[in-house]
């Protein structure tokens, strides 16, 4: 074996895999910024839904023509992900936790999925429990499906 081959197989065994670790790390950072940065949109499209819904008169019709209007508007422009069920998700997690500052400070590690699962419960102070039990203790997904059906 010459001096060539020793010199590129050291290269490949620790330089690649230390290559792979800054890729993975990367993707794995870039991953979380953008789910943070959902949440935070859909939090404030939930806001401005329930700030609108508040003007109109007769609240429950006007709600949903809201979203119904809304949900049509943006499925035309943006695609898949506003439907009328999910409008309703973010209205409903904006009033569960309608502080900001308070989800990212006692949340931050949780996922849309998360929230979406939470939203099933009908009490808004349960809500807040599984998602403040789910950050703290990391439940995946599966875990705190499984738990809200116990």
């Known amino acids: 074996m010459g001096k060539k081959e020793i010199i590129a197989n050291n290269i490949d065994s620790s330089f690649i895999a ?13 991953y979380a910024s953008v789910s943070k940065l959902m949440i ?20 429950a019709e006007y709600g949903a023509q809201i979203i119904s209007k809304l949900s049509e508007e943006l499925t035309r422009v943006y695609g898949k992900g506003f439907s009328g069920r999910y409008l ?9 936790v ?8 006692r949340f931050p590690n949780l996922t849309w999925t998360h929230i979406l699962k939470t939203l099933r419960v009908d009490d808004p102070t349960a809500i807040r429990w599984y998602l403040s039990t789910a950050s703290q203790e990391m439940w995946s997904v599966r875990t705190l499906d499984r738990n809200i059906q116990c």
Do not use: C, H, M
């Not at 230390?18 to 870039?30: C, D, F, M, P, T």
């Not at 309703?88 to 569960?96: D, G, M, N, P, T």
């Open 88 to 96: 309703r998700a973010f209205r409903q997690f904006y009033l569960v």
């Open 18 to 30: 230390e290559v792979k670790k800054i890729v993975e790390q990367g993707r794995q950072q870039a």
């Open 40 to 59: 935070e949109t859909y939090w404030k499209i939930g806001e401005r839904i329930v700030l609108q819904e508040q003007k109109g008169a007769n609240r």
């Open 98 to 105: 309608p502080d900001l500052e308070i989800w990212k400070s």
